[in-house]
């Protein structure tokens, strides 16, 4: 008889961050020159109870390379989260600023219109525990020109704050299908604990027709919108007819979005050709990636975003008019760098990581753009994942070019799993795409919680948590390491043979040194074999008739993993069998079954 098997090993994070979008910004600074907030901006997640620091580095761009200035400061929304300074002090006596309070953290420079750049510093936000389930706010960053001594702050972006119950916080980039009890009946219900019994919650949405699912996703060419249901208090989406099962829609949620409506009284109603989007994180700025979906109001909507300086606006995609009372959720990211000339494909020039998830595809010149019904997204982020999900808005100025207006509905298709092919934006109604018609996209991050990960073995070990949607060497997107120092110890490593303990603690295991880890057994009489040991180069074996081993037999040692015993146990009896490494690493015979390490006595 023998006995030996792997224990599982479980990991405990205690950290979730979730992938968002910040919106960025622009202001003026001393010397003259426009800063940016540039690409992508992950929410962060704090779990209730759990006082934690989350440190987050966005990037900065300018359009000038005149010299100057600009103080970079923040500030908290949400109720039990600070920032700390970081920017004016000296290291251990930076101080803590309260929701509602500027914090300085640090200064960025003009750049050359193709570079980006970090701060020196992160921005560390320090949660102090106390906030319950369900809070949400937003971070602020603004800045300020110290060198003229301007006491206000503009703000330049904001990032979502999210205060969940547990490390596993809830998804705010999800699918949501139509069932036969939820969307048959044309009323698609999003029931999320940040959007129930909230009329003023924000979200956005897309039709996905995914051929990778599980439930594949008809077309549909009809007009959508949101609405809010006051008895129930649910946010559902009208979908404008009756559904097949299976219908499928990318939802995400973004508190830090902006509702945008036609001027006027509903009735009797009026008209107009656009609508303003009042945001200086866009205005005077042609590069800016605008996302909108309709909200609610009394016509059936398709919309576009467009650009006449020095304002964007949201237009219809046919040109034609808006009705007042009509209602839009928008979103703003005011540089994504995806650029090129009047003779260069825009969404195959990346900068590299920076602006993931978000993008502008135009002036289709360029591979996979033809004048079918779908449109290759040749975006770095948006290549070979299936697993996403994603937004698409018509841009009839995408990056200061001019596109068609098209009255066609636009859905996005992912690829298969596994594949190198990329999504795609297809007409809903099977006609044709124009070359040159544009699109805004926006896609979640790849990851979110970065840990410092020293020893190199894809798990982090405690230190400064970054949130960013760029992977950032020297870290990993999976926490719990317990020895950040040996890249042979990590949340359910097996030991290997070198005279180590590769098990972390507070697990079983922890504590010996090179144990044989796996089951062991008779794979046919009369040959008993075990799993091998990375490292070892031979084993030792010891039989006995007492499970506890205070008497027992040596079988030697081999190099093999097999031992063929011969010899039968006295009748009504049974052996039992041990296994250890014995080069080069003598190792341990492991535990019994209340948790103790054994020690066989064998002659």
């Not at 602006?355 to 948006?382: I, Q």
Request: proline letters at 9%; a negative charge; hydrophobic letters at 35%.
């Amino acid at each position: 008889m023998h006995k030996r098997a792997l224990r599982p090993i479980a990991a405990i994070l205690t950290l979730s961050i979730a992938l968002s979008a910040a919106s960025p910004a622009r202001a003026a600074c001393q010397g003259g020159f426009s800063i940016y907030l540039s690409g992508q901006v992950p929410d962060i997640h704090f779990i209730s109870g759990t006082p934690s620091t989350i440190h987050f580095n966005p990037w900065y761009f300018s359009f000038s390379s005149t010299s100057g200035s600009c103080g970079i400061v923040a500030r908290s929304t949400t109720p039990g989260v600070s920032i700390q300074q970081t920017d004016g002090c000296f290291p251990g006596q930076c101080a803590i600023f309260p929701p509602g309070q500027w914090a300085p953290v640090g200064s960025a420079s003009p750049t050359s219109f193709s570079t980006v750049q970090h701060k020196t510093t992160d921005i560390p936000i320090v949660f102090d525990g106390t906030a319950p389930p369900g809070t949400y706010g937003q971070i602020e960053i603004g800045i300020r020109d110290n060198d003229l001594g301007i006491p206000s702050q503009a703000i330049i972006g904001t990032a979502n704050v999210f205060v969940s119950a547990t490390s596993v916080p809830p998804l705010t980039w999800f699918d949501l299908f139509v069932t036969s009890t939820n969307g048959a009946d044309g009323h698609l219900y999003v029931d999320h604990p940040y959007l129930n019994g909230n009329p003023n919650g924000i979200f956005f949405y897309s039709h996905s027709h995914n051929p990778d699912s599980s439930l594949p996703s008809p077309y549909w060419d009809h007009t959508v919108q949101e609405k809010y249901d006051a008895t129930l208090g649910k946010w559902y989406l009208d979908l404008g007819g009756t559904p097949p099962i299976g219908l499928k829609f990318a939802i995400r949620i973004d508190p830090a979005a902006m509702v945008v409506c036609a001027p006027g009284q509903v009735s009797p109603p009026s008209y107009t050709p656009s609508i303003a989007i009042p945001s200086a994180l866009a205005n005077g700025n042609p590069f800016a990636t605008i996302l909108a979906v309709q909200r609610s109001g009394p016509d059936w909507f398709r919309v576009a975003a467009g650009y006449s300086a020095p304002t964007w606006k949201l237009v219809s995609t046919d040109g034609g008019q808006i009705r007042s009372g009509t209602c839009f959720n928008v979103k703003v990211f005011s540089f994504s760098q995806y650029r090129g000339s009047a003779s260069t494909d825009l969404s195959q020039i990346a900068n590299v990581g920076v602006n993931w998830g978000v993008g502008v595809d135009a002036n289709g010149l360029g591979t996979g753009h033809t004048a079918g019904n779908s449109r290759r997204l040749l975006f770095d982020w948006a290549v070979g994942r299936s697993a996403r999900n994603m937004i698409v808005t018509h841009n009839v100025s995408p990056m200061g070019f001019s596109a068609p207006y098209d009255f066609g509905l636009v859905g996005l298709s992912s690829p298969p799993r596994g594949s190198t092919e990329s999504w795609m934006v297809f007409h809903e109604n099977g006609t044709a795409l124009s070359v040159n018609q544009g699109f805004s996209v926006w896609g979640p991050c790849v990851a979110a919680a970065w840990y410092p990960n020293a020893d190199g073995d894809g798990y982090g070990g405690p230190g400064d948590v970054q949130a960013s949607c760029v992977g950032l060497t020297g870290y990993a997107t999976t926490g719990g390491d317990c020895d950040d120092t040996d890249a042979t110890r990590y949340p359910g490593s097996v030991e290997i043979n070198d005279g180590r303990d590769n098990t972390c603690a507070g697990v079983p295991g922890a504590g010996l040194v090179d144990e044989i880890t796996g089951t062991s057994l008779f794979y046919s009489q009369p040959m008993f074999c075990w799993p091998a040991q990375t490292g070892a180069t031979a084993y030792q074996i010891v039989r006995s008739l007492d499970p506890s081993f205070s008497s027992c037999t040596s079988l030697g040692t081999t190099s093999s993993t097999c031992l063929t015993d011969a010899t039968l146990p006295p009748p009504g009896q049974g052996f039992y069998y041990l296994v250890r490494a014995a080069s080069p690493w003598p190792g341990s015979w492991g535990e019994d079954s209340n948790g103790d390490e054994r020690f066989p006595s064998c002659p």
